[in-house]
């Protein structure tokens, strides 16, 4: 019977270990974020994937606000070029900061181009108001054995962590909640 125990006990661990190690890696995320430390978030993050996911969801959002307007000419010569413009301007905005900025407001916003931003003390006021009890607002659960959902409450902002390899897990979509929070967070 001891013979028997110790094995399943290590099954036990390794079992318990695999099923948290998304609920880790969000811990890890959310303690990134707060503690403003783009280079350990940008750990978590599969850029290409996310990036990709960024531009699908904008190129959706342009499409519902123009498509009753898709007999005008020129609206839809504008909407072509916007999607022309969308990968350079996601590849360009797409850094650890303003995912960061991203997953603290829930908004792509165009304060994101500000260069200064980081400096205005508005803007820190803001990032720690919405910092203080970001753990509180967030709810975790899996999707399928290889996908995570964390979603915070505040910006109704769904994170989804792709499993990579075993026990890794890192961020490939956010799935901004509200359609007006693409703009300008003061909307």
């Not at 960024?54 to 307007?69: D, M, T």
């Not at 072509?80 to 350079?88: A, H, S, V, Y």
């Not at 803007?123 to 607002?137: R, W």
């Amino acid at each position: 019977m001891k013979k028997l125990l110790l094995p399943v006990l290590i099954i036990a661990v390794c079992l318990t270990y695999f099923i948290a190690t998304p609920f880790i890696t969000s811990y890890k995320i959310v303690s990134a974020v707060k503690k403003g430390d783009d280079a350990e978030l940008s750990s978590y993050i599969d850029y290409p994937m996310l990036k990709q996911n960024l531009k699908r969801q904008i190129e959706a959002k342009i499409a519902e606000k123009f498509q009753p307007q898709s007999d005008n000419t020129l609206i839809t010569a504008i909407t072509n070029f916007g999607k022309k413009m969308l990968t350079p301007t996601v590849d360009t905005l797409v850094t650890p900061k303003n995912v960061r900025l991203i997953l603290q407001t829930g908004a792509i916003s165009t304060t994101l181009l500000d260069a200064d931003e980081e400096g205005s003390e508005d803007n820190k006021d803001k990032e720690n108001t919405l910092l203080e009890d970001l753990d509180k607002k967030l709810d975790f659960h899996y999707i399928n054995k290889d996908e995570f959902k964390v979603t915070i409450h505040n910006s109704n902002t769904n994170v989804i962590l792709q499993r990579q390899g075993l026990l890794t897990w890192k961020v490939t979509n956010i799935i901004l909640g509200d359609s007006k929070k693409i703009g300008n967070i003061n909307e």
